[in-house]
């Protein structure tokens, strides 16, 4: 009897460290690797076209390395069961693997693939592949955060949850070999799905980044090589390169967090003690992204603290606000500095994206999810959880956020973590010419410094969309409206 096994890749575009992968290698039968796109069955949360660019790569690269063993990519587009029963079908396949993803929508329907394939009678296995942790092994009774095994709401105890466990994980390696390829019989090519943008727009990204698994393991063993010792302070600076870039490899399973964990432990022994502490503990924060959607699934949508749910968001302007901001228009340059990396390479610095979006949620007062669905169309690393988790936690209304009180200021920001406007500079040429103690706040600078950095506000750059402490004052009377509610 045919012991072939389906390979379903969806966010795990690797070899290393795939447990679905290991799991097939076990019946020593032929693997069949398939790739599906099925955007519809993603609704609302297709992904945007930043994110669709990467895909393209990283379905490039893991076919090549696919075919370096003898074997391929089968690629297919449409309903995501309907298309594994027509390749189980062609292929005699009796048995399906996978990985694990975690966004509402996609359990459902794997849920129902699952129920589906086995009615079917075929062997059907899901593995953890995308974290460190499942999402309910930290909320379980042996690691709950209160005795009742409820989800953790506050980072420093989840983390310390996981933190214990760290030193037991053990990634498995890319195999040495794959058994006898199969051919696709109707398969479609990486071209075929269209993924890419019909208007090149999209120089900057390719400038940027190289999707796909050798590249994510390449741009890892830089990090750990030379940027984690300086990491803790560095990582803060947007100015410099000082954090990994490694969000959009991990979103696309390029690379698996338990491999960067083993590299960490590999060089540096305990990873929950300098050097490698800061960087394992934003490791956590995807954890603790994960965790909060996978235990809160309407959070992509609906704030976790209720009270936000009758927010006095702006209802006037919102437009022209909304345009300034995303295009990088609003006069306050940190921000437009960030939106316009944003826009020209698919990422945002840590830093600059809380900036950001402080600004639109508190200043310009427009609610989180209209933020959060544009970094959603544009980010490279757009990840429902993380994107969730980072917008409501900056608006003050996630799990363990900032208060909503604390509104960043991005004049101090950028004087604190952009010292000398090299970050503004680059982003803003307009404004290159200015002095350091004005490149944040070119509207404080006296006429002749203007005219001698060859800046008319208003014209080459733009006046303040808000003043900063008015509209900061207007935010904190918003947020007075809904406080005591409970
Ligand atoms: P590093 O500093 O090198 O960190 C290593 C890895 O840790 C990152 O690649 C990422 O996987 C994880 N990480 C780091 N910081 C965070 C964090 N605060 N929350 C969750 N995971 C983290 N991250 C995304 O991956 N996708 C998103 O869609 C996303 N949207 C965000 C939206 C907002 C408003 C904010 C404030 C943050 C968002 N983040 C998101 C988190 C963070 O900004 C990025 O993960 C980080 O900037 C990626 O750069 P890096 O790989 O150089 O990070």
């Known amino acids: 009897m045919s012991r072939i096994t389906l390979l379903w890749f969806r966010r795990d575009l690797r070899l290393d460290d795939n447990p679905a992968l290991i799991h097939a290698l076990t019946t020593g039968a032929p693997i069949v690797p398939v790739y599906i796109h099925a955007p519809d069955e993603e609704a609302p949360w297709t992904p945007g076209a930043a994110s669709r660019w990467w895909l393209h790569g990283s379905l490039l690269a893991l076919d090549a390395s696919l075919q370096r063993f003898g074997s391929r990519l089968w690629i297919a587009r449409g309903d995501s069961l309907t298309e594994l029963r027509r390749i189980v079908a062609a292929t005699g396949a009796t048995g399906v693997s996978w990985n694990r993803l975690y966004d509402p929508a996609t359990r459902e329907r794997d849920t129902h693939i699952k129920q589906a394939l086995r009615s079917d009678g075929l062997r059907c296995e899901s593995h953890r592949s995308t974290l460190l942790f499942e999402p309910w092994e930290i ?74 698994e050798s590249a994510a393991l390449a741009r890892a063993t830089a990090f750990l090589d030379a940027r984690i010792g300086a990491y803790s302070v560095a990582r803060d600076r947007p100015d410099a390169p000082g954090t990994s870039r490694l969000s959009p490899h991990l979103h696309f399973g390029e690379i698996s967090p338990r491999r960067l964990l083993a590299m960490i432990l590999d060089r540096f022994g305990d990873p929950a003690a300098d050097p490698a502490e800061s960087f394992v503990r934003e490791l956590g924060w995807r954890e603790f992204s994960y965790h909060l959607l996978y235990h809160f699934p309407r959070t992509p949508v609906e704030p976790l603290d209720p009270r936000f749910a009758d927010f006095p968001w702006r209802t006037e302007g919102v437009a022209e606000r909304l345009d300034a901001w995303q295009r990088g228009r609003t006069g306050i340059p940190l921000v437009d500095a960030g939106m316009r990396e944003l826009w020209h390479t ?25 933020g959060a669905r544009w970094f959603w169309d544009t980010l490279v690393d757009a990840d429902l959880a993380s994107n969730t988790q980072g917008w409501q936690w900056t608006a003050g209304c996630g799990a363990d956020a900032a208060p909503y009180f604390r509104v960043f200021n991005p004049v101090r920001q950028g004087e604190r973590f952009d010292p000398d406007g090299g970050y503004v500079r680059r982003w803003c040429p307009e404004l290159a010419r200015l002095p350091n103690q004005y490149i944040h706040q070119p509207w404080t600078a006296p006429p002749p410094i203007l005219m001698a950095a060859d800046i008319r506000l208003g014209c080459h750059y733009p006046l303040p969309i808000v003043d900063l402490a008015t509209s900061r004052q207007e935010a904190l009377a918003a947020w007075g409206t809904i406080k005591g509610n409970r």
């Open 139 to 212: 909320a379980s009774q042996t690691r709950s955060a209160s005795k009742t095994g409820q989800p953790y709401r506050v980072f420093s105890a989840f983390w310390r949850a996981c933190v214990r466990e760290l030193s037991g994980i053990r990634p498995d390696p890319a195999p040495e070999s794959l058994p006898a390829g199969f051919a696709p019989v109707d398969g479609l090519t990486v071209d075929d799905l269209g993924l890419l943008p019909t208007i090149p727009w999209d120089q900057g990204l390719r400038a940027t980044w190289t999707p796909g």
């Open 346 to 370: 698919g990422w945002m610095h840590n830093r600059v994206r809380m900036v950001a979006a402080s600004l639109l949620t508190k200043n310009l007062r427009l609610p989180w999810q209209v």
